[in-house]
C-alpha cells in the first residue's frame, strides 16, 4: 500500500474511533431480585418495566435510562425488595447524579433495611442536591436520632420548620430531640406545637407525657401516657413516598388504598380499591373480608354476604370469615345463622375470645342460656376484663332463676368494675326484688340506689328506688317514685316499659311489693350489639 493509502487508512480509523466515542456505551443493568410471592399482576408490572428499561437503555441515552432504572427501583422498594430497589437506584443515580431522588430513596431503602448511618449519608446527599426539600431534612433529623444524636438532628429539623411551619413531623421530633437532650422546655414548646397542627395524634401525647413527667408535671403525664403511639408513625408530608404506592397495579397496593379509604369513612372509594384488589387477588381471603366490610358499610348487605361468602369459600379452615358473616346474619337479625356461623368460627378456633362472646349473647337471647355460660366463663378465663362478658353471665343465672349465685356475681363485679355503675344497680335490683327471700335486702338495695342516683338520673334508677322502698314497706314512697319512673318512661317512648310500670305501680298502692327485677321482655335480656 503506498504512503498516502497507509495516512487514507490511519484518518478514516481514527475518525472510526472518534466517531465511536461519542457514542453513550449501554450501561450494565442490574439483574431483577426475585419476585417469588409477590402478586402476579405486580410481578408482571415489575417486568415488563424492565423490558421498558433494557429498550431505553439500548438506545444509549442517558437521563432516559437512570429515569427508567429509577422506575423499576420504586416498583422494587413498594413491593419491599429493598436490596434488589437499591441496586436500580445506584445505577440511576451513576448515569444522573444530579437528580436528588436517587439518593434519596436509597436512604428510604437502607432506613428499610435497618441500616440508619447509611440512610442517613443518602438523605445528606440528597439535601445537598435539594437544600429545599423538607422530607429529606426532617428524615435526616430521624436517622440522627435514632443514631442517639439529638444535637446533630436538631439543626436539620430547625430549617424544616423554617421552610415548612405547618408540618408536624418536623415540630415533632425536633421536640424529641430536645427532650433527649434534656432540654424539657424546648421539647414541651416543641410537641405543644405539634399537638396544635395535630390534635388527634396518640404519638404526639405520648411524647408529650415524658416531656411532662420530665418538667416533673406528674398530673399531665399520667393523662398523656395513656395514649401510647409509635413515633415513627409520625411522618412527613412526601410526595415521593406517596408515589410509591400510587405506582403499584397490585393487589396489595389496591388492599392498602381501600384500607385507608375505611379510614376516611368514605366507603364508596373503601369498595372501588378493594374491589380492584379482589380482581388482581382473587385468591386473597383478606381482600374478600376487608370488601365484605367496606360494601356492609356502604349499605349494600347483599354484597357483602357474597364476598364473605367468597372468603369461607377460599379458606374454609379460617374463623375469621365465619366471625364476620356471623356478624352480619345478626346485623340481619337472622340469629340461627349467627348461631350457626358462630359456632363454626370458636370450632376451627377454640381461643377466638370474639366469637365466644357473639356465640354467647345469641344463644342467651334466644332462650340458650345454660349453653351461652359456657362461652362466657372463656371469654372471663382469659380476659377477667371482660365486662361486657361478666354483665351476660350475670344475667344468664338471673333468667335461670339462680338468684343467689347472680347476687354473689354482681357483688363481684361491682368490686371489679367500680367506674361501671350498671353492675352495682343489678345488684341493687336484685336486692329489693329477687323472688327468693335468702337474697333480698331492701336497706341496701335504697343505699345503692340513692348513691347511683347522686350522679346519673334515669328512669330504670327510679324504678330500682320504688322496689327498695316496697320491700322496706314504705309503698307512699314506692308509689312517688314509681310515678316518676313511668312519666319519664312515657316522655322516652319507652312503650314496652310503660305497661309494666303501670302494672307494678297497682301493685303497690295495693300495698304489695315487687318480686320482678326485671320484665321478662327487658332488653337486658336480649344483648344486640350496637349498629
Given at each position: 500500500m503506498?504512503?498516502?493509502?497507509?495516512?487514507?487508512?490511519?484518518?478514516?480509523?481514527?475518525?472510526?474511533?472518534?466517531?465511536?466515542?461519542?457514542?453513550?456505551?449501554r450501561?450494565?443493568?442490574?439483574?431483577?431480585?426475585?419476585?417469588t410471592?409477590?402478586?402476579?399482576?405486580?410481578?408482571?408490572?415489575?417486568?415488563g418495566?424492565?423490558?421498558?428499561?433494557?429498550?431505553?437503555a439500548?438506545?444509549?441515552r442517558?437521563?432516559?435510562?437512570?429515569?427508567?432504572?429509577?422506575?423499576?427501583?420504586?416498583?422494587?422498594?413498594?413491593?419491599?425488595?429493598?436490596?434488589?430497589?437499591?441496586s436500580?437506584?445506584?445505577?440511576a443515580?451513576?448515569?444522573?447524579?444530579?437528580?436528588?431522588?436517587?439518593?434519596?430513596?436509597l436512604?428510604?431503602?437502607?432506613?428499610?433495611?435497618?441500616?440508619?448511618?447509611?440512610a442517613?449519608?443518602?438523605f445528606?446527599?440528597?439535601?445537598?442536591?435539594?437544600?429545599?426539600?423538607?422530607p429529606?431534612?426532617?428524615?435526616l433529623?430521624?436517622?440522627?436520632?435514632?443514631?442517639?444524636?439529638?444535637?446533630?438532628?436538631?439543626?436539620?429539623?430547625?430549617?424544616?420548620i423554617?421552610?415548612?411551619?405547618?408540618?408536624?413531623?418536623?415540630?415533632?421530633?425536633?421536640?424529641r430531640a430536645?427532650?433527649?437532650?434534656?432540654?424539657?422546655?424546648?421539647?414541651?414548646?416543641?410537641?405543644?406545637?405539634?399537638r396544635?397542627?395535630?390534635?388527634?395524634?396518640?404519638?404526639?401525647?405520648y411524647?408529650?407525657?415524658?416531656?411532662?413527667?420530665?418538667?416533673?408535671?406528674?398530673?399531665k403525664?399520667?393523662?398523656?401516657?395513656k395514649r401510647?403511639?409509635?413515633?415513627?408513625?409520625?411522618?412527613?408530608?412526601?410526595p415521593?413516598?406517596?408515589?410509591?404506592?400510587?405506582?403499584?397495579?397490585?393487589?396489595?397496593?389496591?388492599?392498602?388504598?381501600?384500607?385507608e379509604?375505611?379510614?376516611?369513612?368514605d366507603?364508596?372509594?373503601?369498595v372501588?380499591?378493594?374491589?380492584?384488589a379482589?380482581e388482581?387477588?382473587?385468591?386473597?381471603?383478606?381482600t374478600?373480608?376487608?370488601?365484605?366490610?367496606a360494601?356492609f358499610?356502604?349499605?349494600?348487605?347483599?354484597?357483602?354476604r357474597?364476598?364473605?361468602?367468597?372468603?369461607?369459600?377460599?379458606?374454609?379452615?379460617?374463623?375469621?370469615?365465619?366471625y364476620?358473616l356471623?356478624?352480619?346474619?345478626?346485623?340481619?337479625?337472622?340469629?340461627?345463622?349467627?348461631?350457626?356461623?358462630?359456632?363454626?368460627a370458636?370450632?376451627?378456633?377454640?381461643?377466638?375470645?370474639?366469637?365466644?362472646a357473639?356465640?354467647?349473647?345469641?344463644l342467651?337471647?334466644?332462650?340458650?342460656?345454660?349453653?351461652?355460660?359456657?362461652h362466657?366463663?372463656?371469654?372471663?378465663?382469659?380476659?377477667?376484663?371482660?365486662?361486657p362478658?361478666?354483665?351476660?353471665?350475670g344475667?344468664?343465672?338471673v333468667r335461670?332463676?339462680?338468684?343467689?349465685?347472680?347476687?354473689?356475681w354482681?357483688?363481684?363485679?361491682?368490686?371489679l368494675?367500680?367506674e361501671?355503675?350498671g353492675?352495682?344497680?343489678?345488684?341493687?335490683?336484685?336486692?329489693?326484688?329477687a323472688?327468693?327471700?335468702?337474697?333480698?335486702?331492701?336497706?341496701?338495695?335504697?343505699?345503692l340506689?340513692?348513691?347511683?342516683l347522686?350522679?346519673?338520673q334515669?328512669?330504670?334508677?327510679?324504678?330500682t328506688?320504688a322496689?327498695?322502698?316496697?320491700?322496706?314497706g314504705?309503698?307512699?314512697?314506692?308509689?312517688?317514685?314509681?310515678?316518676?319512673?313511668t312519666?319519664?318512661?312515657?316522655?322516652s317512648a319507652?312503650?314496652?316499659?310503660?305497661?309494666?310500670?303501670?302494672?307494678?305501680?297497682?301493685?303497690?298502692?295495693?300495698?304489695?311489693?315487687?318480686?320482678?327485677?326485671?320484665?321478662?321482655?327487658?332488653?337486658?335480656f336480649?344483648?344486640?350489639p350496637?349498629?
Amino acid at each position: 500500500m503506498s504512503r498516502a493509502g497507509c495516512v487514507l487508512v490511519s484518518c478514516l480509523l481514527a475518525a472510526g474511533i472518534a466517531c465511536r466515542s461519542n457514542v453513550t456505551p449501554r450501561p450494565t443493568l442490574p439483574a431483577l431480585p426475585d419476585l417469588t410471592g409477590l402478586d402476579q399482576s405486580l410481578q408482571q408490572q415489575i417486568r415488563g418495566e424492565f423490558e421498558t428499561l433494557e429498550r431505553t437503555a439500548q438506545a444509549g441515552r442517558s437521563e432516559e435510562t437512570a429515569e427508567a432504572l429509577g422506575r423499576v427501583g420504586r416498583s422494587l422498594l413498594a413491593a419491599e425488595r429493598y436490596a434488589g430497589a437499591g441496586s436500580f437506584f445506584t445505577a440511576a443515580g451513576a448515569l444522573n447524579s444530579k437528580d436528588m431522588r436517587w439518593p434519596y430513596y436509597l436512604g428510604h431503602v437502607h432506613k428499610s433495611m435497618q441500616q440508619p448511618e447509611i440512610a442517613a449519608r443518602f438523605f445528606e446527599q440528597s439535601h445537598r442536591l435539594d437544600p429545599n426539600h423538607v422530607p429529606s431534612l426532617i428524615w435526616l433529623g430521624d436517622m440522627q436520632l435514632v443514631l442517639g444524636q439529638p444535637a446533630a438532628a436538631e439543626p436539620y429539623l430547625t430549617t424544616a420548620i423554617e421552610l415548612q411551619p405547618s408540618s408536624v413531623a418536623a415540630w415533632f421530633h425536633r421536640g424529641r430531640a430536645a427532650l433527649a437532650k434534656g432540654d424539657v422546655r424546648q421539647a414541651i414548646a416543641d410537641l405543644e406545637r405539634a399537638r396544635s397542627l395535630d390534635p388527634d395524634s396518640d404519638p404526639v401525647y405520648y411524647q408529650l407525657g415524658l416531656a411532662y413527667r420530665a418538667a416533673g408535671d406528674q398530673v399531665k403525664a399520667a393523662d398523656y401516657l395513656k395514649r401510647r403511639g409509635d413515633a415513627s408513625s409520625i411522618v412527613p408530608d412526601d410526595p415521593l413516598m406517596d408515589s410509591l404506592q400510587a405506582g403499584l397495579e397490585s393487589g396489595a397496593a389496591y388492599l392498602t388504598r381501600g384500607m385507608e379509604a375505611i379510614e376516611r369513612r368514605d366507603w364508596a372509594a373503601a369498595v372501588a380499591h378493594l374491589r380492584k384488589a379482589a380482581e388482581l387477588s382473587p385468591g386473597d381471603t383478606t381482600t374478600h373480608l376487608n370488601l365484605g366490610t367496606a360494601l356492609f358499610l356502604a349499605g349494600d348487605r347483599a354484597a357483602a354476604r357474597g364476598a364473605f361468602e367468597t372468603a369461607i369459600r377460599l379458606s374454609p379452615e379460617l374463623p375469621k370469615p365465619r366471625y364476620t358473616l356471623g356478624l352480619l346474619a345478626e346485623s340481619e337479625l337472622k340469629d340461627p345463622e349467627a348461631i350457626e356461623q358462630f359456632s363454626a368460627a370458636v370450632r376451627l378456633d377454640p381461643e377466638y375470645l370474639e366469637a365466644h362472646a357473639s356465640l354467647a349473647d345469641a344463644l342467651r337471647r334466644n332462650g340458650r342460656v345454660e349453653s351461652s355460660l359456657a362461652h362466657y366463663r372463656k371469654v372471663l378465663a382469659v380476659d377477667p376484663a371482660a365486662s361486657p362478658a361478666r354483665l351476660g353471665y350475670g344475667m344468664g343465672l338471673v333468667r335461670l332463676g339462680r338468684y343467689r349465685e347472680a347476687r354473689a356475681w354482681f357483688e363481684q363485679a361491682a368490686t371489679l368494675h367500680p367506674e361501671q355503675p350498671g353492675f352495682t344497680h343489678a345488684l341493687a335490683r336484685l336486692l329489693a326484688a329477687a323472688p327468693d327471700d335468702t337474697v333480698r335486702d331492701g336497706r341496701r338495695a335504697l343505699q345503692l340506689t340513692q348513691a347511683l342516683l347522686q350522679s346519673s338520673q334515669s328512669w330504670t334508677l327510679l324504678e330500682t328506688q320504688a322496689m327498695a322502698a316496697a320491700e322496706l314497706g314504705d309503698f307512699n314512697a314506692a308509689i312517688r317514685l314509681q310515678e316518676a319512673a313511668t312519666d319519664q318512661a312515657i316522655a322516652s317512648a319507652q312503650r314496652n316499659a310503660v305497661a309494666h310500670l303501670r302494672m307494678v305501680l297497682a301493685e303497690y298502692r295495693r300495698g304489695m311489693a315487687c318480686r320482678t327485677p326485671w320484665r321478662a321482655d327487658d332488653p337486658v335480656f336480649f344483648p344486640r350489639p350496637a349498629a
